[in-house]
C-alpha cells in the first residue's frame, strides 16, 4: 500500500510537472494536444490505482512521510478508504474534463492562461485528498483555490470575470481561515498538527462544537453551502467550460472531502445537535440554490446554482448520517452516509456533463443566454441527446443515478422515527419536505433548461449557424452520459463499492447489494423497500418501444400541417415562444417575496397610444444583501477614511507612532 501512495505522490508531481511544461509551451499551437493529452493519461492512471486501492483492500491504511513542511513533522500523506473514492472522483473528472479539453482547448482565445493552470489544479486536488496532517491539508488547499482563482481569471478583461474572480479570492481566503482556526483547536497546546494525533487527542465538547462550526464555515464556503455560496454562481460561469465543470462537480466534492475528514473522522463521536444543525443548513441550501436556479437566463449561471442545490442533498444526507451515528444506530447511519457519497459520484458525472453540454452550445452559438438560443436540437442533435441525459439524471428521473441517489436519501429520512430526540423528530421530516421540494423544483428547472434552449425556433441568428461541436467533446460527454445510466441501473455495484467508506467512518454498511436477486437494491430490509433498475430501464425501453411501433403502425399515414397557435397574433414569430423568465413566472410569484423580494411592475399604455406594454421583474439576492453588502460597505468606508494615513506628514506619523507605544504599554503594565 505504501508503495501506492508513492505513485500518486509520483502522479501529483507528473501533474506539476505538466504544469511548468505548459509555461514554456502554451503560445504553441501544439500545446493544447500536448497538455491535455498528458493530463488525460496521468488522470486515467491515478483513477485506476485509486478503484483498485478501493476494491482492493478495505482497511489498509498506507502513511507516508517525505521531508517537507513543517520541519518537526514533515509531510504525511495517506490513502484509505475515504481518500481512495475521492481519487476516483477527482480523477475520473479530470480524465473527461482533459479528453474534453482535446477539442475545445482549440476555441480558447488565451490558452497561456488556461494550459498552465489545469494540471497544476488537478494536483492541488489531489494532494489536498492525499494529506494526512494539518499543514500538508492546508497548503494544498490553497495550492487548489489559488489554481482555480487564476483559470477564473483567464478571461480577465471581462469585468464580470474581475468581479467573480475577486469574490472568489475573498471567500477562499476567509474558507482557508476557518480551516486553520479548526485545525488549531484540534491540535491543541501541543501543537500535533498530524492526523493520527489529532484522532488520540480526544477533543472537549467545546472543542468539537467550535470545530465543527468552523469546519461548516471552511468547508461549507468552498462546497457552497447557503449563506457562502455567494462567490459560486459568479466564479463557475466565469472559467471555460471544462475547467466549470471541473470546479462544480469535482472541486465541490473535495470540500465535502475535508469536512467527512474532520467531522466523521477526526473530531470522535458526535453530538446529537450537529446532526440538527448540518441538516437546517442543508435543507436550506437545496431549497433556495435550485429556486435562484429557476430564475437565471444564464445556461451556465443556472447550473451552478444547480450545484448549491445538490450540495444541499448532499449535506442533508450527512446531517442524517451525524444524527443516526450519535444515536447508535449504525445501520441506519450506513445507509444516510451511502446516499451522500453515492450523490457525490452522481453530481459529478450529470453536473459535468451538463456543463460540457453548455460548453458546446456556447462554442457553437457564442451564447450563455438562454433567451438567445432555441432550436438547436435540429442543428446539434448528439448534443441536445446527451444534455437531455444530464437533465433527467439531474431531475432524480429513473432509469437515471440521480434517482438511486436521492431516493436512498428518503429512505434515510424514514428512519427517523427511532430517533430518541424531539428535535430530530421534528427536523428530519421537515427537512425531508424541503428535499421533495427541491426534487420537484429541480425537474422544473431542467425541464426550462432544456426546452428553453434546444426546443422551439431559433430566437437569434447565432443559432441559426450552430455546428455539431468536436469529437473529443462528444467523446466525453456520451462518456459520462453512459455513466449516468450505468450508475442508475446498477446501482448495487457503486453502494457495495461505497462499503468500505462506511465501514471506515461508521463501523457499519449496507447489506450486499449485489447477492440480491434479479440486481434489485435492498437499503435495510426486502420486506421494507427495495428498487430494481434495471427492470424499470427495461421496462420503459419496451414500452417506448412499443408505443413508437404501434403509433407507426395504425396511425394515419396522411401527413397534416397547421399553424401552431401564435397567442393571437397572425405572424409566427420566435418571440411568441416561452421564454427562460416567462417559464419560470408562476415560481418566482409563489416563492419569490420572501426567498427574493420580487416585484412585478405593469406600464400599461393608454388606450389609442403606440408605445408597447411593458413588464419589468425586480428580483433581489437577500443573501448577498442582508450580509455582504453590509460588510463590503463598511469595509469600503473604513479603507476611505483611513486612506488619509497615507499622506501625513513625518511630524503627525511620529506622534502616531508615539501613541501606539504609549499605548502598548498600557495595555503591557494593566494586564493580569
Given amino acids: ?32 494536444h500536448l497538455v491535455y ?10 483513477f485506476a490505482i485509486a478503484t483498485a486501492a478501493l476494491t482492493g483492500d478495505p482497511a489498509g491504511v498506507s502513511p507516508v512521510t517525505l521531508p517537507l513542511g513543517l520541519p518537526w513533522i514533515g509531510a504525511h500523506f495517506r490513502l484509505d478508504a475515504l481518500s481512495a473514492f475521492f481519487l476516483v472522483v477527482v480523477n475520473l473528472g479530470g480524465t473527461v474534463a482533459s479528453l474534453y479539453g482535446l477539442g475545445y482547448g482549440h476555441h480558447e482565445p488565451a490558452p497561456h492562461r488556461v494550459l498552465p493552470f489545469f494540471p497544476a489544479f488537478l494536483a492541488g486536488m489531489n ?68 492526523f493520527d494525533a489529532m484522532r488520540a487527542a480526544e477533543p472537549s465538547r467545546f472543542a468539537a462544537a467550535a470545530a465543527l462550526v468552523l469546519m461548516l464555515l471552511g468547508a461549507g464556503s468552498k462546497a457552497g453551502l447557503v449563506p457562502l455560496h455567494v462567490w459560486l454562481p459568479l466564479a463557475h460561469p466565469a472559467a471555460p467550460s471544462h475547467v466549470s465543470a471541473l470546479m462544480s ?13 474532520v467531522v466523521f473522522d477526526l473530531l470522535g463521536e458526535p453530538a446529537w445537535w450537529s446532526g440538527v444543525v448540518v441538516l437546517f443548513l442543508g435543507g436550506l441550501t437545496a431549497v433556495l440554490g435550485i429556486l435562484y436556479a429557476l430564475m437565471e437566463k444564464d445556461l451556465k449561471r443556472l447550473l451552478a446554482y444547480s450545484t448549491i442545490e445538490n450540495i444541499g442533498v448532499i449535506f442533508v444526507s450527512l446531517g442524517l448520517a451525524l444524527a443516526f451515528k450519535a444515536n447508535a444506530m449504525p445501520s441506519a447511519a450506513a445507509l444516510a452516509l451511502t446516499a451522500a457519497l453515492f450523490h457525490v459520484l452522481n453530481h459529478s458525472f450529470f453536473k459535468s456533463l451538463l456543463f460540457f453540454g453548455a460548453g458546446a452550445v456556447l462554442t457553437a452559438t457564442g451564447e450563455r443566454n438562454m433567451e438567445k438560443l432555441g432550436g438547436l436540437i435540429h442543428r446539434m442533435p448528439l448534443t441536445s441527446f446527451v444534455f437531455l441525459v444530464g437533465c433527467v439524471s439531474i431531475s432524480a428521473l429513473p432509469p437515471f443515478n440521480g434517482f438511486v441517489s436521492e431516493w436512498l436519501a428518503f ?29 420537484a423544483l429541480a425537474a422544473a428547472c431542467f425541464v426550462k433548461a432544456f426546452g428553453i434552449t434546444f426546443l422551439g425556433r431559433p430566437r437569434s441568428a447565432a443559432v441559426e449557424q450552430a455546428q455539431e461541436v468536436d469529437r473529443y467533446a462528444l467523446a466525453a460527454m456520451f462518456t459520462l452520459a453512459a455513466l449516468c445510466l450505468l450508475a442508475g441501473i446498477l446501482p448495487g455495484l ?7 467508506v462506511t465501514l471506515s467512518l461508521i463501523g457499519s454498511r449496507m447489506p450486499v447489494q449485489m447477492a440480491q436477486p434479479w440486481l434489485s437494491i435492498v437499503p435495510i430490509a426486502e420486506s421494507r423497500s427495495s428498487y430494481n433498475g434495471l427492470l424499470v430501464f427495461v421496462f420503459i425501453a419496451i414500452s417506448a418501444s412499443l408505443a413508437a411501433f404501434v403509433i407507426h403502425r395504425f396511425a394515419s399515414h396522411a401527413l397534416r400541417r397547421g399553424p401552431a397557435w401564435g397567442c393571437g397574433f397572425p405572424d409566427v414569430t420566435p418571440a411568441a415562444q416561452y421564454t427562460a423568465v416567462s417559464f419560470a413566472q408562476p415560481i418566482r410569484r ?58 501625513l506628514t513625518i511630524r503627525r506619523y511620529l506622534t502616531l507612532v508615539f501613541l501606539y507605544l504609549v499605548t502598548l504599554l498600557l495595555v503591557l503594565a494593566l494586564w493580569p
Fill in 249 to 261: 462537480g469535482v472541486m465541490t466534492k473535495v470540500a465535502v472531502y475535508g469536512f467527512l475528514r
Fill in 494 to 500: 457503486v453502494i457495495d463499492g461505497l462499503s468500505p
Fill in 1 to 32: 500500500m505504501t508503495s501506492i501512495v508513492a505513485l500518486l505522490l509520483w502522479g501529483a508531481a507528473a501533474f506539476l510537472g505538466t504544469a511548468m511544461l505548459a509555461v514554456a509551451v502554451s503560445r504553441r499551437g501544439s500545446a493544447t
Fill in 411 to 439: 429512505q434515510a429520512i424514514l428512519q427517523s422515527p427511532d430517533l430518541p430526540q424531539w428535535g430530530l423528530k421534528v427536523m428530519v421530516p421537515a427537512v425531508g419536505g424541503l428535499l421533495a421540494l427541491s426534487a
Fill in 127 to 194: 494532494m489536498v485528498v492525499l494529506a494526512d496532517d494539518a499543514f500538508t491539508f492546508l497548503l494544498s488547499w490553497e495550492f487548489m483555490s489559488l489554481a482555480s482563482w487564476a483559470l477564473v481569471m483567464a478571461h480577465h478583461r471581462e469585468q464580470d470575470n474581475t468581479r467573480a474572480g475577486y469574490i472568489y479570492l475573498v471567500m477562499a481566503s476567509f474558507g482557508t481561515l476557518a480551516l486553520l482556526l479548526a485545525f488549531g483547536l484540534l491540535a491543541g497546546p501541543d501543537g500535533t498538527y498530524t
Fill in 37 to 46: 493529452g498528458a493530463t488525460l493519461g496521468i488522470s486515467a492512471v491515478m
Fill in 590 to 647: 409563489v416563492f419569490g417575496t420572501f426567498a427574493f423580494r420580487a416585484r412585478e411592475k405593469v406600464e400599461m399604455p393608454p388606450p389609442g397610444a403606440t408605445a408597447p406594454a411593458r413588464l419589468t421583474v425586480e428580483i433581489h439576492d437577500v443573501v448577498w444583501e442582508t450580509f455582504y453588502q453590509p460588510i463590503t460597505g463598511a469595509v469600503g468606508y473604513a479603507t476611505e477614511k483611513l486612506n488619509r494615513l497615507q499622506f
